[in-house]
């Protein structure tokens, strides 16, 4: 920048830098980002299981903005900017109604309350051609599934809250072993033309240690059948690095870094919530599966096995 601000005559007689010599810079910054990213999770992750232990109102709340401020980074990456705020409006009426369904739980009233906000999203869409259909359709389930899946499985009774919590540890544990075992070793991409950074060595290390956090997370709850929950949390481990994967794909195709920057040095809520996103859903499938929707929570978490 210096070169660029003087002319050459000036340059070819100054004797002293215009400025004072500054440390050189890391190659790549990656340590900063690590600083900062730890920075902001020491931050955040006491906010979160506070929020899980309370459970009940709380977590409702908490969930549901989140799901707001997921909403608004949706409609902001995939509308036109003079519509995103119509779109935003009208996909948070979705988001709090499945956060109201989650949490009282019924299951009809929300599939039609759903539906409704549904075509009317698409109507907007259709009205404003600020975005494609298929972007508005997939809006809806994409941010309220969440935030339905993680109230109701928070509202299982007991099991609730040690469901939330081993599905924050897994993806946790599965993102940062990921993130590390990815640097350290490095190797063959995972997804070169999708997510550029990511490689099999760190999917298959954030696989690993996710597998050991809930095998181990079974035996501090002494929960039965601990070998079922590690082979849940192998599962959930790769669900949660598929929805990174989805979530990486949407930022290509908007061609955006992140999502928002409102979380320093992780982007916005759906860059941290990225791998949740699919984890949750696909746990309260399994747990409804198998124990039944009003006991998804101990269905995903206790195996006979």
Same mark, same amino acid.
């Given at each position: 920048?210096?070169?660029?601000?003087?002319?050459?005559?000036?340059?070819?007689?100054?004797?002293?830098?215009?400025?004072?010599?500054?440390?050189?810079?890391?190659?790549?910054?990656?340590?900063?980002?690590?600083?900062?990213?730890?920075?902001?999770?020491?931050?955040?992750?006491?906010?979160?299981?506070?929020?899980?232990?309370?459970?009940? $109102?709380?977590?409702?709340?908490?969930?549901?903005?989140?799901?707001?401020?997921?909403?608004?980074?949706?409609?902001?990456?995939?509308?036109?900017?003079?519509?995103?705020?119509?779109?935003? @409006?009208?996909?948070?009426?979705?988001?709090?109604?499945?956060?109201?369904?989650?949490?009282?739980?019924?299951?009809?009233?929300?599939?039609?309350?759903?539906?409704?906000?549904?075509?009317?999203?698409?109507?907007?869409?259709?009205?404003?051609?600020?975005?494609?259909?298929?972007?508005?359709?997939?809006?809806?389930?994409?941010?309220?599934?969440?935030?339905?899946?993680?109230?109701? $499985?928070?509202?299982?009774?007991?099991?609730?809250?040690?469901?939330?919590?081993?599905?924050?540890?897994?993806?946790?544990?599965?993102?940062?072993?990921?993130?590390?075992?990815?640097?350290?070793?490095?190797?063959?991409?995972?997804?070169?033309?999708?997510?550029?950074?990511?490689?099999?060595?760190?999917?298959?290390?954030?696989?690993?240690?996710?597998?050991?956090?809930?095998?181990?997370?079974?035996?501090?709850?002494?929960?039965?059948?601990?070998?079922?929950?590690? @082979?849940?949390?192998?599962?959930?481990?790769?669900?949660?690095?598929?929805?990174?994967?989805?979530?990486?794909?949407?930022?290509?195709?908007?061609?955006?870094?992140?999502?928002?920057?409102?979380?320093?040095?992780?982007?916005?809520?759906?860059?941290?919530?990225?791998?949740?996103?699919?984890?949750?859903?696909?746990?309260?499938? @399994?747990?409804?599966?198998?124990?039944?929707?009003?006991?998804?929570?101990?269905?995903? $978490?206790?195996?006979?096995?």
């Amino acid at each position: 920048m210096a070169v660029w601000l003087y002319p050459p005559a000036v340059k070819a007689i100054s004797t002293k830098p215009t400025t004072s010599p500054q440390p050189a810079p890391s190659a790549d910054g990656k340590g900063s980002v690590v600083a900062v990213r730890i920075g902001s999770a020491a931050v955040l992750a006491p906010v979160a299981l506070a929020a899980v232990w309370y459970g009940g $109102l709380p977590f409702a709340v908490f969930v549901t903005l989140a799901g707001f401020l997921m909403a608004w980074e949706w409609c902001r990456m995939v509308f036109a900017a003079e519509h995103s705020r119509s779109q935003t @409006i009208l996909l948070s009426g979705a988001v709090l109604i499945a956060a109201m369904s989650g949490y009282v739980a019924p299951l009809p009233s929300y599939i039609l309350s759903l539906a409704a906000f549904w075509a009317a999203t698409v109507a907007l869409a259709w009205y404003h051609r600020g975005g494609g259909l298929g972007w508005a359709l997939a809006g809806v389930p994409y941010i309220c599934l969440p935030v339905f899946a993680l109230i109701a $499985l928070r509202s299982d009774g007991h099991y609730g809250v040690l469901c939330v919590l081993w599905l924050l540890i897994v993806i946790w544990t599965t993102d940062s072993s990921a993130f590390f075992a990815g640097r350290s070793i490095g190797g063959a991409k995972l997804a070169p033309s999708i997510s550029p950074k990511k490689t099999w060595s760190g999917a298959i290390g954030g696989l690993i240690a996710a597998t050991i956090a809930g095998y181990a997370f079974a035996l501090l709850a002494q929960l039965p059948g601990p070998l079922g929950v590690a @082979i849940m949390s192998a599962g959930i481990s790769v669900v949660g690095q598929i929805g990174d994967l989805i979530e990486s794909a949407l930022k290509r195709r908007f061609d955006v870094k992140d999502s928002s920057n409102l979380i320093p040095g992780h982007g916005g809520v759906l860059d941290r919530l990225d791998s949740l996103i699919t984890a949750s859903v696909a746990a309260l499938i @399994i747990g409804a599966l198998h124990r039944g929707y009003a006991h998804a929570a101990q269905g995903t $978490l206790i195996w006979s096995w």
